[in-house]
């Protein structure tokens, strides 16, 4: 790899967005007055993934246009902010849809989405291609928010129906814009806590690694993000408590390794590995299939839903990562073999871990964005005299 040769591709929209919008399209007046829905599955796994993990798990939003804001650091201004976009989705109640387009409004007089971040940050970058950056989502909306952050040059990619289908999307972009590089970025548009150095420091981290993978799978270490919280002063919205699961603990489970490569500490150290949401793609290595089985994966001890696949897949191995008795190099190649895709593990900030799962994900960003100084502001009322405000500049 050389400077400026690595692509990329933020990914900012899901299928169960596309599966949302073509529902709205299809539903007959009748369908929508007996109340089906679109995408009940999805509901339903939502709200166990979010009663399993004790969290309340964003359903239905495109996470990287989400407003980031000041006074989404204070609790009940978070209930507030919940109860809007909850209400406008879930009801399709024009005055519930009317409030949110006016609240998303004065959220980004000081706020900021993490795709503007994201956005931000690859253009400060020195390793990466400049000129072959791609978003992938609904064209619409991503538009208007990278006009709106200064961010023209990035070319925006309409969204498939998966992840896997978006990254192909993406690659095909990239590829007929005449992009030549071996290796590609994958990185989600919902990281709030990414920055240029981090970028530079992964693909460094990458060339250091080397093997020629068909992936470089970037994790950070668990037992490194506590001291993190502490000096960002953020421990009262998630300790690094036990590795599981419980309230007052930080959502973010980790993998049980043996590091016997000395990649995240010293050699035969234990460590508990978060997946970070930044890969590396070998160009030649994408396969639809693979990718979305992948991706599948990431979450993989926070959505119940896939542990039937898990322990079918990985069933010993998992046994044994609980147990600390897997070493990082034989889970590689247990993925390796298993996937058919070759897995090189590539060390990054622990701090890529907190992407955009939770509501509690969304105030705990805003806090490290914007600190916790100054008075508190109640959202609702702050937001009443913005409407008033805008109607005397209006009249």
Not at 139 to 153: Q, T
Not at 154 to 167: F, T, Y
Not at 284 to 295: A, C, V
Request: charged letters at 25%; glycine letters at 12%; a positive charge.
């Amino acid at each position: 790899m050389e400077d400026g040769d690595v692509g990329v591709i933020i990914l900012s929209g899901t299928s169960r967005a596309a599966r949302h919008i073509r529902w709205k399209r299809r539903a007959t007046l009748l369908g929508r007055l007996l109340g089906w829905k679109g995408d009940s599955k999805g509901v339903l796994e939502n709200r166990i993934t979010s009663w399993v993990n004790r969290d309340d798990y964003i359903y239905g939003e495109n996470k990287p246009l989400l407003y980031l804001h000041p006074d989404l650091v204070w609790g009940p201004n978070m209930a507030f902010f919940k109860r809007t976009v909850n209400l406008s989705g879930r009801t399709g109640i024009d005055v519930y849809r009317k409030r949110r387009s006016i609240l998303r409004k004065y959220l980004s007089v000081k706020g900021v989405t993490s795709l503007e971040i994201v956005a931000r940050s690859l253009s400060g970058s020195k390793l990466v291609d400049q000129k072959n950056i791609v978003v992938v989502g609904p064209v619409d909306p991503i538009k208007k928010e990278l006009d709106r952050s200064g961010a023209k040059h990035i070319r925006i990619a309409k969204q498939g129906g998966s992840l896997g289908d978006n990254i192909l999307i993406g690659r095909k972009a990239l590829i007929g814009s005449g992009f030549k590089g071996g290796y590609i970025m994958i990185l989600g548009g919902d990281m709030p806590l990414i920055d240029s150095g981090q970028i530079d420091s992964f693909v460094q981290a990458c060339r250091a690694r080397g093997g020629g993978p068909d992936m470089f799978y970037g994790m950070s270490s668990r037992k490194a993000l506590g001291p993190r919280l502490e000096e960002l002063d953020v421990v009262h919205l998630g300790r690094l408590g036990p590795n599981r699961p419980a309230r007052g603990n930080i959502k973010k489970f980790g993998i049980q390794f043996i590091d016997d490569l000395g990649l995240f500490g010293p050699e035969g150290e234990r460590v508990a590995l978060m997946n970070s949401n930044l890969f590396l793609y070998k160009r030649s290595s994408f396969d639809p299939k693979t990718i979305n089985r992948l991706y599948s994966m990431r979450k993989m001890f926070a959505n119940p839903f896939i542990y039937h696949r898990l322990i079918r897949d990985f069933g010993i191995p998992l046994i044994r990562t609980l147990m600390w008795r897997l070493s990082l190099s034989e889970g590689e190649g247990i993925f390796s073999r298993t996937v058919g895709f070759k897995l090189n593990v590539v060390p990054t900030n622990p701090l890529l871990a907190l992407d955009l799962d939770s509501f509690t994900d969304l105030r705990r960003a805003s806090a490290i964005l914007f600190g916790v100084k100054g008075e508190r502001k109640d959202l609702e009322v702050g937001l009443k005299e913005y409407v008033k405000r805008r109607r005397r500049e209006k009249g």
